[in-house]
C-alpha cells in the first residue's frame, strides 16, 4: 500500500471499517482457476434537488445511497453480484455469487494492493455543494424566476431546478491496484413558457458541470441561463412552420453536438463494434467522414460535466481521437471489451451506479474547429435551415439513422439567417451525413453542461461540442405546407 491515499480512499476505509486486508481477501474470493479479472466498486454519494414553480417551491429532496459491486470476467463471462450493504460479509458474498455466475467454483488467493500513483484532480472543488444551505438555493431560483419574468410579459409560466450530486467512489481490481475519486456534480435549469393569443410556446436553457456553488454566481451567470430561457420562448412566438425538402443544414455550435454525439458517437463505442452491430465496424483506417472532420473524446477537461479523474473501472480518463480528418482511427474501449478485441483501455469504462456493469460510454465528445468563419458559412448557403439548439431525437446504432427535432431554428435564404421557424426535425444517416460536411467554423463551443447519455438502461452525464458546421443536402421533415 502506497503511503499516502488519496480522500476518497480514506473516506471508504474509514466510513465502512475496512482495511487492505480485507479488501484483498475479499478480491481473492472473486477469482478462480477460470477468471480473467476481478474489481470491486464501492459507491457512496449524496444527492439533492430543490425546483420552483410559479414562484413556489415544488419540491426539495435529499437522498444518500451507497453499495458496492463485485465483477468477476472469464473471457466473454462476466458474472456481477452487488450489494447496498457495505459489510465484510456481504462483500464476500458478492464476491462468491459473481464467481459462481461465471460457473468458476474455485477460489483464487487473496491479491496485494497498492494505492495508485499520483494524477491531476480534474475537479477540486473545496466546498461541496450540498454544505450550501436549501434556503440560499431557493433564494437564488427566487431571483431567477423574477429575472425571466422581467424579460416579457408575455412570459407566464417559469420553472427552476438545481440539483447537485456529491460521490465518492473507490475500485479495488485482481490487478492490485485501489484507486478512489471524488466526484462533484451540479446542474441549474431554467424552462419558461410564453403565450400570446392562444399561442404557447416553451424556452429551456441551464448548464452546469463538477464546478463550485459559487461557479452559478459568478459575472451573474444564473440570470444568462433566465434570460435565454425567456428568449427562446417569445422567439418561437413568432415562429413560422419548418419547410420540408432536402437542403443544406447549418448547424450552430455547442449543444448540436448532441447530433454527433448520439448520430456517430454510439456507433465508435468499443462494444457495438466487438458485436459488429455498427455502421463503423472494421471501418478503422477508413475514410468514413469528410477530411474536414476530427472528432474527439475528452474526460480530461477540468470541470466538465462529462469529464472523470478515473472511469468508472479505475483507468485514468483519456483524450481519444476518434475521427482525424475523416479517417477512423479508434474506438471507445473499457477493459472487457479493449482485451476481446485486442486494443487498450481508453478510459471510457462508465456505469450509472453500483448495481450496473460497466460498458464502453462517450465523456466529453466533439468535432475540433475548422478555418471557417460562422458568417461566411451562412452566407455559402442560398437556400437552407440553420439550427441552432435541439430537442428529442432517436438513433438506429446499427444503421446510424437519426431523427432530431430542432427547438430553435430558422431559415437561410439567399446567404441570411431570416425567419424562426418549428416544427423541423433533421432526418438521416450518421456516416452519411459526415461525408457531406463541406464547411467547419473556427468557433467550437462545449455545451453549457446539461447533457445525460441513456444506453442499455443506464444513464451518465455527459458533454458535448460542435463548431458551426455545414452539411449538404440533408432531409429536412416540416410542418409547412
Not at 3 to 16: I, N, Q, Y
Not at 143 to 171: C, G, N, T
Not at 383 to 409: M, R, W
Request: hydrophobic share 35%; net charge neutral; charged share 25%.
Amino acid at each position: 500500500m502506497a503511503k499516502e491515499l488519496t480522500k476518497a480512499e480514506e473516506f471508504f476505509l474509514r466510513k465502512f471499517n475496512l482495511n487492505t486486508i480485507q479488501l484483498e481477501q475479499t478480491i481473492g474470493k472473486a477469482l478462480g482457476k477460470q477468471i480473467d479479472y476481478a474489481d470491486l466498486y464501492f459507491e457512496y454519494r449524496t444527492n439533492e434537488s430543490v425546483s420552483l414553480e410559479e414562484g413556489m417551491v415544488k419540491k426539495a429532496a435529499k437522498s444518500i445511497g451507497q453499495g458496492v459491486g463485485v465483477r468477476a470476467v472469464a473471457d466473454e463471462k462476466t458474472g456481477y453480484a452487488y450489494s447496498d450493504e457495505i459489510t465484510l460479509k456481504n462483500l464476500e458474498s458478492a464476491a462468491q455469487t459473481a464467481r459462481y455466475i461465471t460457473t468458476d467454483r474455485s477460489i483464487g488467493k487473496p491479491v496485494p494492493v497498492h494505492g495508485d500513483v499520483a494524477r491531476p484532480d480534474l475537479y477540486p472543488v473545496r466546498t461541496p455543494v450540498s454544505d450550501i444551505s436549501v434556503q440560499e438555493k431557493i433564494d437564488l431560483l427566487h431571483q431567477i424566476d423574477s429575472v425571466a419574468r422581467r424579460y416579457d410579459p408575455r412570459i407566464k409560466k417559469v420553472m427552476a431546478s438545481f440539483a447537485s450530486e456529491h460521490k465518492a467512489v473507490l475500485v479495488v481490481n485482481s490487478e492490485g491496484r485501489i484507486v478512489g475519486d471524488i466526484q462533484p456534480l451540479s446542474r441549474l435549469n431554467v424552462t419558461c413558457i410564453a403565450e400570446e393569443n392562444g399561442n404557447r410556446q416553451v424556452g429551456s436553457h441551464g448548464g452546469g458541470g463538477r464546478v463550485e456553488y459559487s461557479f452559478f454566481l459568478e459575472n451573474r451567470l444564473f440570470e444568462t441561463y433566465a434570460k435565454e430561457a425567456a428568449r427562446q420562448a417569445i422567439l418561437n412566438l413568432s415562429a413560422v412552420e419548418a419547410p420540408a425538402g432536402m437542403m443544406d443544414v447549418v448547424l450552430g455550435p455547442g449543444w448540436p453536438g448532441i447530433l454527433l454525439h448520439e448520430a456517430i458517437g454510439h456507433g465508435l463505442e468499443g462494444d457495438f463494434n466487438r458485436k459488429r452491430t455498427s455502421a463503423f465496424t472494421d471501418l478503422i483506417g477508413k475514410q468514413v467522414a469528410s477530411e474536414l472532420c476530427t472528432i474527439v473524446d475528452d474526460g480530461t477537461i477540468p470541470g466538465r460535466r462529462g469529464s472523470l479523474n478515473i472511469d468508472d473501472e479505475g483507468t485514468p480518463t483519456h483524450r481519444t481521437v476518434l475521427i482525424e480528418k475523416g479517417i477512423l482511427r479508434g474506438y471507445l474501449q473499457d477493459r472487457l471489451n479493449a482485451k476481446l478485441m485486442g486494443m487498450t483501455p481508453t478510459g471510457n469504462g462508465r456505469r450509472e451506479s453500483f448495481m450496473h456493469i460497466p460498458m464502453p460510454r462517450m465523456t466529453n465528445t466533439f468535432m475540433l474547429a475548422g478555418e471557417s468563419r460562422p458568417d461566411e458559412i451562412i452566407r455559402s448557403v442560398k437556400n437552407g435551415l440553420y439550427a441552432v439548439s435541439f430537442g428529442g431525437g432517436q438513433v438506429d446504432i446499427t444503421s446510424g439513422k437519426f431523427v432530431f427535432s430542432a427547438s430553435e431554428a430558422y431559415r437561410i435564404e439567399d446567404g441570411k439567417v431570416t425567419a424562426p421557424v418549428k416544427g423541423a426535425t433533421l432526418i438521416g444517416n450518421g456516416p452519411d451525413v459526415l461525408k457531406r460536411v463541406t464547411m467547419v467554423g473556427n468557433d467550437l463551443q462545449l455545451d453549457a453542461g446539461v447533457g445525460t447519455c441513456g444506453k442499455d438502461g443506464q444513464s451518465v452525464p455527459v458533454g458535448v461540442g460542435l463548431p458551426t458546421l455545414r452539411i449538404n443536402g440533408m432531409t429536412v421533415g416540416g410542418t409547412a405546407g
